[in-house]
């Protein structure tokens, strides 16, 4: 999917450690040519899980994504 692609770049690019994305809860709205993706997640970086949620619009013809939104969430220690 190329929205998660996406914001895979934005989360590793704040956090570099970043591992173990996992992506759930994913709704699609489609409007002609665009597509409209929210979801959540988490991933693990420094030995704690942190939680996101996130948006992105996908064009279907040029297969580009746009509007890319990370929202973090709270970081919880993983034992």
Request: proline fraction near 0%; hydrophobic fraction near 25%; charged fraction near 20%.
């Amino acid at each position: 999917n190329s929205c998660e692609q996406s914001v895979e770049e934005k989360i590793k690019a704040s956090h570099s450690d970043a591992s173990d994305i996992a992506y759930s809860g994913e709704r699609m709205n489609q409007a002609e040519t665009n597509t409209s993706v929210k979801g959540k997640g988490n991933f693990t970086s420094g030995g704690n899980k942190q939680s996101f949620s996130y948006s992105c619009n996908y064009n279907i013809v040029s297969g580009d994504t746009s509007g890319v939104n990370v929202q973090m969430g709270s970081a919880t220690a993983s034992n």
